[in-house]
């Protein structure tokens, strides 16, 4: 009887959590399944992209000189964060509000930002693990939605 009684909540556990890929219990969608969506939103929109290896599409309008960021960069960036319905999600056109960190930010930003120095202006495509993934944010971006940024990085420090 004992046995019974260990092993039914354990089996009752397994059956329950049984398909989850993450503690949050959603499934991220992949790159691959987002770049048909990513490739035609650049095309509607008339962004000259190129692709990035990892999944994000960027086009700089321009690359800036001096200092390009690193991850322990702090940054001061106006900006423009939409999503795919052209829904502004968020923006920022005072660099002084931000100041932030480049490490501390999603990954499409840890990764496109680099590609331009102090002064560049970039619009960066990215798939949605590389922005707020399975999880969302907030009720502002639901779960496994891609994003546009439109970033131009003021100053690097």
């Known amino acids: 009887m004992r046995k019974l009684i260990f092993v039914l909540p354990v089996i009752l556990f397994a059956s329950l959590s049984c398909g989850k890929t993450t503690t949050s219990g959603c499934t991220p969608a992949t790159v691959a399944s987002e770049q048909t969506v990513l490739v ?9 992209y190129t692709a990035h290896s990892s999944g994000i599409l960027y086009e700089i309008i321009n690359p800036g000189s001096g200092t390009a960021p690193s991850l322990s960069s702090r940054i001061y960036i106006t900006y423009t964060g939409k999503l795919f319905n052209g829904t502004v999600f968020d923006s920022q056109s005072n660099a002084t509000l931000t100041g932030w960190t480049l490490s501390s930010l999603i990954d499409g930003w840890k990764i496109g930002l680099p590609l331009i120095k102090k ?4 619009k960066l495509v990215i798939p949605s693990s590389l922005a707020y993934g399975c999880i969302g944010s907030g009720t502002t971006i639901p779960s496994n939605t891609p994003l546009f940024f439109d970033i131009s990085l003021i100053d690097v420090q």
Request: glycine content about 16%; charged content about 0%; hydrophobic content about 15%.
């Open 40 to 48: 035609s939103y650049c095309t509607t929109n008339s962004i000259n």
């Open 119 to 122: 002064g560049g202006h970039i």
